[in-house]
C-alpha cells in the first residue's frame, strides 16, 4: 500500500511492483482486487472507445480517501501536502475520489476515465455524460488558471470531433469559476462537484 500511495495518480505498472515486491504479477493482481473490493483503491479505466491503437490501456491509481495517501507517505502538516513532490497527485486524486463518491452514493458505477496517447495527449479526467457524448476535465494546483492549461482538451476536440464533446473544464484552487473561452471554463472544486452530479442525474 505504501508504494500505490507513492504512485497515485499514475498509470499502473504492474511488471514493476512485482520486481519492487519479489512476487509475481498475478499475485500483485490479487492483492489489487483485495483493495478495490474493500473500497480502498479505485482504478480508473482508460478511455479508448474507437479512438485507435495509440492509447495506453493500462488504469491509472487512486485512492478513495486522501487521508491514507498523506498517511502512508508521511505527509503530516499543510505546507508539505500543498508544496511537497506529490502535491500535483494528491489534488488529482482528491478530485478523482470525490467524483467516483458521488456515483457510489447515487448507487452506481463511476462513468469516468483518463485519456493517455502516445503523441503525448493527456486529458486528467472524462466523464461520460452520454453514450458518445464526452466532458474533460483537467486538474490543475494552481489559483491562477490559465488558457493553456486546456490545450490538451482543445487538441482532443480537433482530433476526435466524431464525437459529441461537451465544454471541458479545468478544475483548479481558483476561488470563483471563469470561461476562459467558449469551449473551456476554469471551475472552482465545489463547482466542479455540482457538474459531475448534474451529469449523473442526467446520464
Same mark, same amino acid.
Given at each position: 500500500?505504501?508504494?500505490?500511495?507513492?504512485?497515485?495518480?499514475?498509470?499502473?505498472?504492474?511488471?514493476?511492483?512485482?520486481?519492487?515486491?519479489?512476487?509475481?504479477?498475478?499475485?500483485?493482481?490479487?492483492?489489487?482486487?483485495?483493495?478495490?473490493?474493500?473500497? *480502498?483503491?479505485? #482504478?480508473?479505466?482508460?478511455?479508448?472507445?474507437? =479512438?485507435?491503437?495509440?492509447? !495506453? /490501456?493500462?488504469? &491509472?491509481?487512486?485512492?478513495?480517501?486522501?487521508?491514507?495517501?498523506?498517511?502512508?507517505?508521511?505527509?503530516?502538516?499543510?505546507?508539505?501536502l500543498l508544496?511537497?513532490?506529490?502535491?500535483?497527485?494528491?489534488?488529482?486524486?482528491?478530485?478523482?475520489?470525490?467524483?467516483?463518491?458521488?456515483?457510489?452514493?447515487?448507487?452506481?458505477?463511476?462513468?469516468?476515465?483518463?485519456?493517455?496517447?502516445?503523441?503525448?495527449?493527456? *486529458?486528467?479526467? #472524462?466523464?461520460?455524460?452520454?453514450?458518445?457524448? =464526452?466532458?474533460?476535465?483537467? !486538474? /490543475?494546483?494552481? &489559483?491562477?488558471?490559465?488558457?493553456?492549461?486546456?490545450?490538451?482538451?482543445?487538441?482532443?476536440?480537433?482530433?476526435?470531433?466524431?464525437?459529441?464533446?461537451?465544454?471541458?473544464?479545468?478544475?483548479?484552487?481558483?476561488e470563483q469559476?471563469?470561461?476562459?473561452?467558449?469551449?473551456?471554463?476554469?471551475?472552482?472544486?465545489?463547482?466542479?462537484?455540482?457538474?459531475?452530479?448534474?451529469?449523473?442525474?442526467?446520464?
Amino acid at each position: 500500500m505504501q508504494l500505490l500511495a507513492g504512485r497515485c495518480a499514475q498509470v499502473l505498472n504492474l511488471s514493476e511492483f512485482a520486481k519492487d515486491l519479489g512476487v509475481s504479477v498475478p499475485t500483485i493482481k490479487n492483492w489489487l482486487s483485495v483493495l478495490e473490493a474493500s473500497r *480502498i483503491i479505485y #482504478l480508473l479505466p482508460p478511455y479508448y472507445n474507437n =479512438l485507435g491503437k495509440r492509447i !495506453i /490501456k493500462s488504469p &491509472k491509481i487512486y485512492f478513495t480517501d486522501i487521508g491514507i495517501v498523506c498517511y502512508l507517505t508521511g505527509i503530516r502538516d499543510k505546507t508539505h501536502l500543498l508544496q511537497g513532490p506529490m502535491a500535483g497527485a494528491l489534488f488529482e486524486n482528491f478530485c478523482v475520489q470525490e467524483a467516483i463518491k458521488i456515483f457510489f452514493n447515487q448507487g452506481q458505477s463511476p462513468r469516468i476515465y483518463y485519456l493517455r496517447m502516445g503523441n503525448n495527449l493527456e *486529458i486528467d479526467l #472524462l466523464i461520460e455524460a452520454s453514450a458518445r457524448s =464526452l466532458i474533460p476535465v483537467e !486538474i /490543475k494546483l494552481s &489559483k491562477t488558471p490559465s488558457i493553456g492549461m486546456g490545450l490538451n482538451i482543445s487538441r482532443f476536440r480537433n482530433l476526435f470531433s466524431a464525437f459529441d464533446i461537451k465544454k471541458g473544464f479545468i478544475v483548479s484552487l481558483a476561488e470563483q469559476t471563469i470561461p476562459l473561452s467558449r469551449e473551456l471554463t476554469a471551475i472552482t472544486f465545489d463547482d466542479y462537484l455540482k457538474e459531475v452530479a448534474k451529469v449523473n442525474l442526467t446520464y
